[in-house]
């Protein structure tokens, strides 16, 4: 597969990480994007697994050191890409998945605009937005996971009609209605992009 950049933006609850997991399992050369994050664990998460977990003192030494491709708050938490797994990725001939918010997508966008026309990553860069049904049943999801407070899903809910509004910036866009539909138009957009189908 030709090497992609993937990033994929969804308010929270909307079956994102459902999503990408299984994507990971079908493509073993796509590589995910392991951020930093000064929020909490959450559930079974594991440090080094799913986020690097970071003091705010350490989170801002990376940013200050330029450690970060992007980086933004996301409900009142820093949240950072790693920039050099992405090059190193890219080197090995490895696709690369984001999972980011939309303001690090806005700004993955902007960096890879500086970049000249032949550059892998711009070459690769994918960006795909994966929106819920509906506002309700995002709540249903969010409260069927288990794993926030009711304020963190309110906080969630309330920040989910500002993210959807930005789906536009997004070059491709998938509902996740019937898991398994989502997933095989997802898989449809990363195999024609890789060269695939
Ligand atoms: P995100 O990563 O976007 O926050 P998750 O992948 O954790 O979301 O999914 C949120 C919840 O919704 C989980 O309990 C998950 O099992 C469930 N879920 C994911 N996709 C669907 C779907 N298509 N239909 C119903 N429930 C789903
Ligand atoms: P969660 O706390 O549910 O894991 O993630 C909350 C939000 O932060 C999600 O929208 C997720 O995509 C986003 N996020 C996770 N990692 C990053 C990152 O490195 N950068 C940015 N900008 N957002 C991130």
């Known amino acids: 597969m030709k090497p992609l950049l993937i990033v994929m933006s969804a308010p929270s609850g909307t079956g994102k990480t459902t999503l990408c997991d299984l994507l990971l ?41 330029g450690l970060l491709l992007e980086h933004a708050v996301v409900h009142g938490n820093c949240y950072g890409t790693p920039a050099d797994p992405i090059r190193e990725a890219f080197a090995e001939g490895q696709s690369i998945l984001l999972d980011i918010d939309v303001v690090g997508a806005d700004l993955v966008r902007q960096y890879i605009a500086t970049l000249p026309a032949g550059d892998p990553l711009r070459e690769g860069f994918t960006d795909i937005f994966i929106e819920p049904p509906s506002i309700e049943e995002l709540r249903n999801r969010l409260v069927g996971r ?52």
């Open 146 to 197: 288990a794993e926030d407070s009711m304020a963190t899903i309110e906080l969630r809910l309330k920040n989910a009609q500002g993210e959807m509004d930005r789906a536009n910036e997004f070059t491709y866009r998938v509902v996740n209605d019937e898991l398994d539909l989502a997933y095989r138009r997802l898989r449809d957009i990363v195999m024609v992009r890789g060269g695939l189908l």
């Open 25 to 65: 399992q079908e493509f073993p050369e796509i590589t995910y994007s392991i951020s930093c994050t000064t929020r909490a664990p959450r559930g079974e998460e594991e440090d080094g697994v799913d986020y690097f977990f970071l003091t705010q003192e350490e989170f801002n030494r990376r940013v200050k050191e």
